[in-house]
């Protein structure tokens, strides 16, 4: 079973830019669908953004087209979201997600099977 470890994530002021990574151990990352997802506080986790195993398919909500940008390299056993103009209203705390599928629904938070340990990012305005 692998295991996800985070880092990165902080404070920023509105605007700015923050990257997050996820490593694995204990598997390859190339055997899993990987996402992103986030929790703000008194809200229900929703999706961000996922990759298929070798990238060819990337899905982001709608909240966040255009700003955040998901991507993962197998080879190093890692999966990434630059987030650029981050606004008030993206501070959660921000987790990464494994499954091996098949993939049904990749926004469905239950799917997934593994999660990090989660990384808080706060924005401020």
């Known amino acids: 079973q692998v295991q996800l470890v985070q880092s990165g994530g902080g404070s920023v002021q509105a605007g700015s830019s923050l990257s997050l990574s996820c490593g694995a151990s204990?598997?390859?990352?190339?055997?899993?669908?990987m996402g992103w997802f986030r929790q703000a506080p008194g809200k229900e986790r929703e999706f961000v953004s996922a990759?298929?195993?070798?990238?060819?398919?990337?899905y982001y909500a709608d909240s966040v087209e255009d700003r955040f940008t998901i991507s993962r390299d197998n080879a190093k056993n890692e999966v990434y979201l630059q987030m650029n103009n981050l606004q008030p209203e993206d501070t959660a705390v921000f987790y990464c997600?494994?499954?091996?599928?098949?993939?049904?629904?990749?926004?469905?938070?239950?799917?997934?099977?593994?999660w990090g340990q989660g990384t808080q990012v706060t924005v401020s305005s």
């Open positions: 990759i298929s195993w070798r990238g060819r398919r990337i």
């Open positions: 204990g598997d390859s990352l190339s055997s899993y669908f």
């Open positions: 997600a494994a499954q091996r599928g098949p993939v049904t629904d990749h926004t469905d938070k239950r799917r997934y099977t593994t």
